[in-house]
């Protein structure tokens, strides 16, 4: 992959740290195949074997999960805008109909009527503000 030491440390030089542990890993594996090898250095070479592999093994699902949380994040944005459109569209058909009704009815029935859906209404966006409240909270809004 790396034939030179010129391209080994080009590629360490743009950040590619990709090479350095399959690099490393080569190596371990050509010093395994030698015969002259003690069994410490052979369980030298295994445990750092073994390490390498964990260090890969790490970096695969930390950028596993940095793909998938920046996907619940776009999901989840999306959501609240969708909640955001729904509660001003529910709001503003609300007020239509208190209108109307206050059309509808002779005053006083239609003040009682109005209040009181007002006041309906003003508990559900309290309660609709407060779960949108706690979903921007739940996630980092940039």
Known sequence: MYGNTYQREYSRARGDAAYDTSYQL???ERELKKKDLTAGERSNLLAAESTLKKQVQLKVLKQDARKSIEKLTQQTREEITRIQKRNEKNGDELKFIQDKLADAFESRTAKAVQSWMRNLREEKLEEQTGVLA????????D
């Open 26 to 28: 080569k190596i371990i």
């Open 134 to 141: 706690v979903c921007k909270e739940s996630i980092r809004m």
